[in-house]
């Protein structure tokens, strides 16, 4: 299995920010910064079989631009378990509520994601940018089970 972990674009900032977190869009920037993403994603072919996404507005805005681009609207759920507090039992539970697929692209939020690829791996110290974009690969997701196959900055991907 192919697991893409790709992090919400640039979002109005907290400190900014005076309604529920839940409901932070992204800025008009980051909206275009992953236009140009979402562009260089579809260039890749990653042949994706599902995008799951958080219910954040941010994160969602961004797997709705992903998916629009890669014709795959209608293959784009929204799960609760990848909110803030995501870690691998809740990515074991996202993906047996998929049933067997190869190739999963979810997306979410920091320090969630470094954390959870990290356990994937067995170890290390990964950090994922807004827009940042990682490939794991695992028979299962199970802790130390997987390899880190690749770390893509926003920048490697267009988006600046």
Do not use: C
Not at 24 to 45: F, H, I, N, S, V
Not at 94 to 103: F, I, R
Not at 116 to 124: D, M, N, P, Q, S
């Amino acid at each position: 299995m192919r697991l893409y972990f790709l992090r919400h674009g640039k979002a109005e900032s907290r400190a900014d920010w005076h309604g529920d977190d839940a409901a932070r869009p992204l800025t008009a920037e980051g909206e275009a910064a992953m236009r140009r993403e979402a562009k260089a994603l579809r260039a890749m072919d990653l042949a994706l079989d599902a995008i799951v996404t958080s219910p954040f507005a941010r994160a969602r805005r961004t797997a709705e631009i992903v998916a629009g681009e890669l014709d795959m609207s209608e293959r784009l759920t929204e799960d609760d378990r990848l909110a803030p507090g995501f870690d691998v039992p809740r990515l074991e539970q996202v993906l047996a509520a998929l049933g067997p697929l190869e190739n999963v692209m979810v997306v979410g939020h920091e320090p969630d994601f470094s954390e959870t690829i990290a356990e994937l791996v067995g170890g290390g110290d990964v950090v994922m940018k807004k827009g940042g974009l990682a490939r794991v690969d695992a028979a299962a997701p199970a802790a130390g089970g997987g390899q880190l196959v690749w770390l893509l900055t926003p920048s490697l991907l267009g988006s600046r």
